[in-house]
């Protein structure tokens, strides 16, 4: 029986990537587009090794229609769509916000608008945690409100969640969304992991290039927060748990047709710290990473977790992965980058 053809955008980024090593491994077949602007091409070569398998890869950007029909020409419709191709940075998207709702929103649309033209019926959206803002009580479950997102990123997944809403209450759709908590780590083999362009946006990859001594030190965003410690929380995952969470979410929507849409929280359900996580990292791989405490950044929320009972029960799936376990995959994979 031929395989199933997931199209994976932004199939080439830090999750995308994982997400294509976990879909081979569950016998999908991925074909990734990816315009590259948060990516390598040596990524597909490594997926290659990983797995034994070549995926195929249009460099393409999704937000241009024309290409996506050229996509179309070729492929035919697909078993289903793994959305991930958008801008990700929390602080990037409060200095630059129109460039994150252009990219994130229309490519979106124009992918609904190729799976409709193809009569491909089923998307898994990556949505984020970001659309809770900052939560009353935690931990968040998917019914916790949604409130004012605290930047435009948060927003353009709010949004983002609102127009799968709306298309799929037309039926002749199926649309999972997985609100993803902090992803990080790297595949275990350390073939594939976390490619910032530039500086470091996130927490751990400035961590682990301070570590090799490519950033002198890490500054840590506010200690003074509402928290044991005074820095942020965050529920941080390791990648390779999120990537299986996609297979379990289109398997969930192969198993339920009737199923229209619904939304899952993917994290561990553990909050740490800043400092928690920076001590873990040393302990973990035994090093020292110094740090400054700077200025709080504009668009950070103090502090968010998730109740994964949810995804547990009808995805079947729960995060395996130790925090320790992703801060020493994190930490192999910086020191094979620079070998
Ligand atoms: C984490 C904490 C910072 C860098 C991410 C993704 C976003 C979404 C949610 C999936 C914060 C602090 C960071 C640094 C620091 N994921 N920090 N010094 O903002 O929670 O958002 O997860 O959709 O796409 O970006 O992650 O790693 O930027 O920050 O102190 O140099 O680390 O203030 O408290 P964030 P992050």
Redesign the pocket.
């Known amino acids: 029986m031929s395989k199933k053809k997931i199209l994976i955008t932004g199939g080439a980024g830090f999750i995308g990537s994982h997400t294509a090593v976990a879909l081979i491994n569950a016998g999908y077949q991925p074909v990734i587009v990816d315009n590259f602007s948060n990516a390598e091409p040596s990524v597909l070569e490594a997926i290659e090794k990983i797995t034994g398998t070549s995926v195929k890869c249009y460099n393409l950007d999704c937000c241009d229609a024309k290409n996506l029909n050229l996509l179309l020409q070729k492929e035919g419709s697909f078993d289903g769509v793994i959305h991930f191709a958008a801008f990700?940075?929390?602080?990037e998207s409060v200095q630059e916000p129109i460039k994150y709702y252009k990219n994130n929103l229309s490519s979106l649309w124009e992918i609904l608008e190729l799976m409709d033209k193809s009569n491909t019926t089923k998307i898994v959206f990556?949505?984020?945690?970001?659309v809770y803002g900052q939560p009353d009580s935690l931990p968040v479950t998917e019914a916790s409100p949604i409130k004012e997102a605290e930047s435009p990123?948060a927003y353009t997944?709010q949004v983002g969640e609102q127009i799968l809403t709306d298309r799929v209450k037309n039926g002749g759709m199926q649309g999972i969304l997985l609100r993803?908590?902090?992803?990080i780590g790297a595949h275990p083999s350390s073939l594939i992991g976390e490619l910032p362009q530039g500086i470091?946006?996130?927490?751990?990859p400035?961590i682990t290039q301070t570590a090799k001594g490519i950033r002198k030190e890490?500054?840590?965003?506010?200690d003074d927060y509402d928290t044991p410690d005074g820095?942020?929380i965050?529920d941080y995952i390791h990648v390779m748990d999120l990537a299986e969470a996609h297979v379990k979410a289109l398997q969930y929507m192969e198993d339920n047709p009737e199923t229209a849409i619904d939304h899952f929280n993917i994290g561990t359900g553990n909050g740490y710290s800043?400092l928690e996580c920076l001590n873990a990292f040393e302990r973990a791989n035994n090093v020292k990473v110094p740090y400054q405490i700077a200025p709080k950044?504009a668009?950070?929320i103090t502090q968010i977790w998730a109740d994964t009972e949810k995804a547990n029960r009808l995805l079947d799936w729960k995060a395996s992965r130790t925090l320790e376990e992703a801060m020493r995959d994190a930490w192999n994979w910086e020191q094979k980058l620079s070998q």
């Open positions: 990700k940075a929390v602080g990556s949505s984020s945690c970001t990123y997944k993803y908590f902090n992803p470091p946006n996130n927490l751990m400035f890490l500054s840590i965003f506010g820095t942020c965050r800043v950044r668009g950070d």
